[in-house]
């Protein structure tokens, strides 16, 4: 068995991405890999969010999520392969309620498991147990060219994405 590398999991997102069903190759893609992410020794990255690849057809990332921040809640703008491959996370799933986004659920990820979301599926996002999750995720598309939103805690507004917006939004 081939040892998982992150440049071989890019390489490997690039081609399910233009496979003719993409969202089933990245979904089988990304089951593989949090078995072997798992079992790799994946660097520790400084910082929490790692773009590691993007072009038109695919954005590859690297996650990791503290348990002491709650990411506010987003959107992807486009489909979503979000898989864990360590630790546990929370996303919190909003729904639209006559035009306001309400909490409507909870979805855990335990490692070696993924979700899809779609284009407009929201979510806030947390690590459980006290320990960081670690996870690997697949946008089909260029997540960073996109127009995105966030949408207040309390109100449930949609803000455009940006950088101050998200940090300002983010929970501690």
Request: negative net charge.
């Amino acid at each position: 068995m081939t040892q998982f590398t992150l440049d071989a999991f890019v390489a490997d997102a690039r081609i399910a991405a233009s496979a003719p069903d993409p969202l089933q190759a990245t979904c089988t893609l990304m089951q593989a890999a949090l078995a072997g992410a798992a079992q790799a020794d994946l660097p520790d990255f400084e910082d929490d969010e790692i773009l590691l690849f993007e072009d038109e057809t695919v954005s590859v990332w690297h996650e990791r999520f503290q348990p002491h921040e709650i990411l506010p809640p987003h959107d992807h703008a486009m489909i979503a392969v979000l898989g864990v491959y360590r630790g546990r996370e929370r996303n919190d799933l909003w729904r639209n309620d006559g035009g306001v986004w309400q909490r409507g659920g909870t979805l855990t990820l335990e490692a070696g498991q993924q979700h899809v979301f779609a284009p407009h599926d929201i979510h806030s996002v947390q690590a459980e147990d006290g320990v960081p999750s670690y996870g690997l995720h697949i946008y089909l598309g260029a997540l960073t060219k996109v127009d995105r939103h966030l949408f207040d805690w309390d109100t449930g507004a949609s803000v455009p994405m940006s950088e101050a917006a998200f940090m300002s939004m983010k929970r501690t």
